[in-house]
T-cell receptor, first 113, second 114 residues
Framework: AQSVTQLDSQVPVFEEAPVELRCNYS??????LFWYVQYPNQGLQLLLK??????LVKGINGFEAEFNKSQTSFHLRKPSVHISDTAEYFC???????????FGTGTKLQVIP | DTGVSQNPRHKITKRGQNVTFRCDPI?????LYWYRQTLGQGPEFLTY????????KSRLLSDRFSAERPKGSFSTLEIQRTEQGDSAMYLC????????????FGQGTRLTVV
């Protein structure tokens, strides 16, 4: 079984400041890792994914994440946030060969003007 | 491209009633997924179809829940004898086949059981 932990339920940050949203996972098998974003009244949208290869992955809207196998982490970062980044962010894992995606509980990013 | 469409967007029902939700995936997508999201939680996997075949089911999908995708296009999720604990957002997603291809989510159907 897989599990995903997002320790921060809410993260307030000032506009143009950097941000890091933390994600840790556990799994007995190798997994693929994802970050999704959910804007108010909209569906989930894929931000970025790690399948294999380089541990630093870049996504849309200037976000990036780094896969750390030894720490079982996949933290999301952005060097300078904008008001439009205010949303809820979900980390997720999927074991190879299966379609079930396990999501974390989400982190609400609030960008303060 | 109309994306993944879910109907209705909101449903209020009395406890004990049956409800049915519909999901229309992106037209060329042969995989379809159902998730449930309760307040303060991330989406929880319920089931997935490849074409008309239901290939994975979560133990969350009790015998009161049934999902179908009869012609490999749209899908329905039915909940019989609804309980207050069924109140949640029900999300549908679709994707192309492959080891990993991006799943596109609909806006969901919010169910309130009173």
């Amino acid at each position: 079984a897989q599990s995903v932990t997002q320790l921060d339920s809410q993260v307030p940050v000032f506009e143009e400041a950097p941000v890091e949203l933390r994600c840790n996972y556990s799994s007995s098998v190798s997994v693929y890792l994802f970050w999704y974003v959910q804007y108010p009244n909209q569906g989930l949208q894929l931000l970025l994914k790690y399948l294999s290869g380089s541990t630093l992955v870049k996504g849309i809207n200037g976000f990036e994440a780094e896969f750390n196998k030894s720490q079982t982490s996949f933290h999301l970062r952005k060097p300078s946030v904008h008001i439009s980044d205010t949303a809820e962010y979900f980390c997720a894992v999927k074991p190879g060969g299966y379609q079930k995606v396990t999501f974390g509980t989400g982190t609400k990013l609030q960008v303060i003007p | 491209d109309t994306g993944v469409s879910q109907n209705p967007r909101h449903k209020i029902t009395k406890r004990g009633q049956n409800v049915t939700f519909r999901c229309d995936p992106i037209s060329e997508h042969n995989r379809l997924y159902w998730y449930r999201q309760t307040l303060g939680q991330g989406p929880e996997f319920l089931t997935y179809f490849q074409n008309e075949a239901q290939l994975e089911k979560s133990r969350l999908l009790s015998d009161r829940f049934s999902a179908e995708r009869p012609k490999g296009s749209f899908s329905t999720l039915e909940i019989q004898r609804t309980e207050q604990g069924d109140s949640a957002m029900y999300l549908c997603a679709s994707s192309l086949a492959g080891e990993y291809t991006e799943a596109f989510f609909g806006q969901g159907t919010r169910l309130t059981v009173v």
